[in-house]
Each structure stands twice: as structure tokens, then as C-alpha cells.
């Protein structure tokens, strides 16, 4: 029973994570590296002192390793807002990395895609 309070607490850690930190990237860092990314995915470790944010960058004019860069250096400010949002005491270290899953998605369409042509 513990088990499952526990991760019942862990998931609704990240969600907030989630929310907390894509709502931080829509309108609040003034960093014009970030553009247009949006958070797709929060993984919390087992013992939420770290988290892994996938960030999707949505415009293809932007540069994915500027909006990562950007994001790691306003690291503090985020993780400290998130602190105060969700009333953390402590919230966990974060570790942003590049979600390549819609990239990877197109890219097997299109391979579908020309197959089906062949056809």
C-alpha cells in the first residue's frame, strides 16, 4: 500500500513538472534562443531528487541545440519557480534533453510513404 502512495505521488510530481515547466517555456523566460518548444515528457527518477524533461522544438527555423542550451542555463530560474509553484521544499534537479520522437515519426511516414508508392 505504501508502494502505490508513493507512486501515486510521483506521478502527479511530474505532471505538475510538466505543466509547471511548459507554462514557464510559453511565456515567462525572456531567452530568445527558446523559440518555440513545448515539454513532452517528464521522468522522474525513483527517488525524485532528478528529472528529465523531453522538450520538442516545433519550428524548423529554430535550432534545437540553441533552445537546449538556453534551457540548461535558465535552469535554476525554472527549477526555482517550480519549487515555488507546486510548494516544493525541494524540487528536483532537472536535465533537459531533445524529444526526437515527432522527428523519427515523420521520418517513418515518409518512409511508409514511398513504399506505398512502389506499390
Known sequence: MHNRGAEH???RLAEGLREEIGAILEGELADPRVGLAHVTEVHLA???KSATILVAVDAEDEDPAATLAALTSARGFIRLQVAHRLGLRQA?????RLD???QLESRIDELLQRTKKRR
Do not use: I, T
Open 100 to 102: 526526437k520522437a515527432e
Open 92 to 96: 528536483p534537479d532537472l536535465h533537459f
Open 46 to 48: 525513483p527517488d525524485g
Open 9 to 11: 505521488r510521483k506521478q
